[in-house]
């Protein structure tokens, strides 16, 4: 029947190739669950790592792991290597570099601080507004806060 020496009718070839069809769409199946199971286990094992303490001396970020959402927002430390803060105070910086991550959605760990400086002149603007002020100007512009010199920052009626 399949070495061609007899003809195959209508209803055969049909069959035939409705199984064949069959065959392929269930190998896809299957194909496309084992890749479902792997990256499950990969992401498993992903977050596994993040959350084991990494050594002090290999840290390379100087930056403290992201608050939970339901849990209350511990300030990330500023006393890190390599992080240099200019005209403000140690509770400040913390609280810049968390609203910094809390309205741009980056996870704080993803974020690296390399100086936090502070604003010479604000005129009728509270500190915590002129973070977000500056932290909105630095993502609209593409670029990093570090690079953006802030010397007053005034409310206008």
Sequence with gaps: MLDGSVPMGLGNSLLLSLIGMLVVFMELIILAFIITLI?????????????????????????AAAPAAAAPVAAPPVAAPGLTLTDVDAPSAAAV???????????????????IKGVIEMDGV?????????????????????????????KVD
């Design 39 to 63: 990256s499950k286990a990969v992401r498993a094992a992903t977050e596994r790592g993040e959350q084991a303490p990494a050594p002090a001396a290999a840290a390379p970020a100087p930056v």
């Design 97 to 115: 570099m968390a609203i910094v991550s809390d309205k741009t959605g980056i996870p704080l760990n993803h974020l690296a601080f390399h100086s």
């Design 126 to 154: 509270e500190e915590r507004d002129a973070a977000v002020i500056m932290a909105l100007v630095a993502n609209k512009l593409g670029k990093p806060v570090n690079k953006l010199i802030f010397k007053s920052i005034k």
